[in-house]
């Protein structure tokens, strides 16, 4: 069991820092990827470090903090990739976002201004190529050719039994849906490599797992988003990147407004959701947040599914 130290660090001007480490470990600090042992001064344990302040220092890094990172989340500005930003810039994270609406993206951007979050943005459609290759250029001197975390939120839905699917349609929602993250991630890895230490969340759906009505096209998207996250879990590991994704059943976003203004339609729904309710974007959020954090390092290949049970519900009558 490691004893905890604390590292009193000072920097030009003076700049006391704190950062926690086990005794059962050598204490070094990194400036500038430099692996710099410490030495104790006058006392076990208490060491005394003299840098220059333009030089950036990298610390152990806390488990529950995004501070230091940098985060792109496509879809930005509604529902469950709002939340989304706001967790991942509230735990320290410096976000760039994208959606295709320019006038919404300005009022999300100047609202999380005033909130003092960090957070920039984009108009991109992730449909079409040439604009996400755009959009990773952008993010790429944004953040200086390092991102920590990509999460790939963006994802609609065209319901309708599959016979009366027009080709069009079915390439939205591949392009939307599939497309878009297979070749985020492809521009990414460079950036994510970059890192040394990142972390890709993708938002699929229950419907990746069980057949839901007029949902045939769109679930497949999500399923082929389930296995890519396995399939990139493993072929990634080796430059520590991990790879997950979260699985919503029904949440409060303005995607799904409509379909759950039905009121028998939203009855079945509370029916078949063991909690009975619908989920808060904030409930989705803070999964991908945790996902994202230093806290899950030995997770990656997972879907985790935030459904108040749905999933895994067989048959429990309502009524004994
Ligand atoms: N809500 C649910 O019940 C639920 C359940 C399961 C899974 N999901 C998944 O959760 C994710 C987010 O859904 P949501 O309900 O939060 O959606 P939403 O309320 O419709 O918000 C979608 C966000 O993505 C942006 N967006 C949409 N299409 C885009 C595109 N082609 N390019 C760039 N940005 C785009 C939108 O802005 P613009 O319109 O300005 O582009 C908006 O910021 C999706 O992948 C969805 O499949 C949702």
Redesign the pocket.
């Known amino acids: 069991m490691g004893l905890n130290i604390a590292y009193h660090l000072y920097t030009n001007p003076p700049q006391p820092l704190h950062c926690i480490a086990s005794s059962s470990l050598k204490p070094h600090l990194y400036i500038s990827s430099k692996r710099i042992p410490l030495q104790p001064q006058s006392s076990s344990s208490s060491f005394l470090v003299r840098c220059a302040s333009r030089i950036s220092i990298a610390t152990t890094p806390n488990r529950w903090s995004l501070h230091g990172m940098s985060a792109l989340v496509?879809?930005?500005?509604?529902?469950?990739?709002?939340?989304i930003v706001e967790e991942l810039a509230g735990l320290g994270a410096e976000v760039h976002?994208?959606?295709?609406?320019?006038t919404?993206?300005e009022n999300c951007l100047g609202d999380w201004n005033r909130s003092g979050f960090r957070v920039a943005g984009s108009v991109?459609?992730?449909?079409?190529r040439a604009?996400r290759e755009a959009l990773m250029e952008n993010v790429s001197s944004f953040f200086d050719g390092k991102l920590h975390i990509l999460v790939?939120?963006?994802?609609?839905?065209i319901r309708k039994p599959m016979v009366e699917f027009t080709a069009g349609e079915f390439s939205t929602l591949m392009s939307?849906?599939f497309e878009?993250v297979f070749h985020l991630c492809q521009l990414a890895y460079p950036m994510l490599r970059a890192s040394e230490a990142a972390s890709v969340v993708?938002?699929?759906?229950?419907?990746g797992f069980v057949s839901l009505k007029n949902m045939s096209v769109?679930s497949a998207t999500?399923g082929a988003i389930n296995q890519l996250t396995r399939s990139l879990a493993c072929e990634w590991a080796k430059d520590n990147i991990r790879i997950n994704a979260v699985?919503?059943?029904?949440?409060?976003?303005?995607?799904?407004e409509q379909v759950l203004s039905n009121k028998e339609y939203l009855d079945e729904v509370y029916s078949i959701t063991p909690l009975g309710r619908?989920?808060e974007?904030r409930e989705?959020s803070s999964a991908v947040a945790f996902l994202c954090l230093p806290a899950s390092s030995y997770i990656t290949g997972q879907i985790i599914c935030v459904d108040g049970g749905m999933s895994i519900n067989g048959f429990f009558p309502r009524h004994d």
């Open positions: 496509t879809g930005g500005t509604r529902g469950i990739g709002r939340a976002t994208c959606a295709r609406n320019e919404e993206l991109c459609d992730v449909s079409d604009q790939n939120n963006v994802g609609t839905n939307t849906n878009s993708s938002i699929s759906s229950v419907s769109q999500k699985a919503p059943w029904y949440i409060k976003t303005s995607m799904v619908l989920g974007p989705v």
